[in-house]
Nanobody, 125 residues
Framework: VQLQASGGGLVQAGGSLRLSCAASGGSFSSYGMGWFRQAPGKERVFVSAINWRSDGITHYADSVKGRFTISRDNAKNTVYLQMNSLKPEDTAVYYC??????????????????WGQGTQVTVSS
């Protein structure tokens, strides 16, 4: 399975971005999908996850609840992360990840088997 994340960029505080993660080479519609982020000098942390269903169970880190929305389009093998009301502390490299046990969402990096290459999000104050 290959995951390709895109959509990062530079945005002012209060702005929005939508990240995309396109999957190829596997059974996307059966995977749970997650987003993590890693700021410079810090550990990779959980952002959001969605189980295998397009209208599936979602899970968010407290720091992004109410601002970020995860969704997926199984017909396009793509998962999205809509990020609104961005803050400077959201600045990080964002990674998408796939969990073959798609019934569950997981906030732990160890719960994911496949990882994308990351896309940089920079929020200026």
């Amino acid at each position: 399975v290959q995951l390709q994340a895109s959509g990062g960029g530079l945005v002012q505080a209060g702005g929005s971005l939508r990240l995309s993660c396109a999957a190829s080479g596997g059974s996307f519609s059966s995977y749970g999908m997650g987003w993590f982020r890693q700021a410079p000098g810090k550990e990779r942390v959980f952002v959001s996850a969605i189980n295998w269903r397009s209208d599936g169970i979602t899970h968010y880190a407290d720091s992004v609840k109410g601002r970020f929305t995860i969704s997926r389009d199984n017909a396009k093998n793509t998962v999205y992360l809509q990020m609104n009301s961005l803050k400077p502390e959201d600045t990080a490299v964002y990674y998408c990840a796939a969990n073959p046990n798609g019934r569950y969402t997981s906030p732990f990096a160890s719960g994911y088997t496949y990882w994308g290459q990351g896309t940089q999000v920079t929020v200026s104050s």
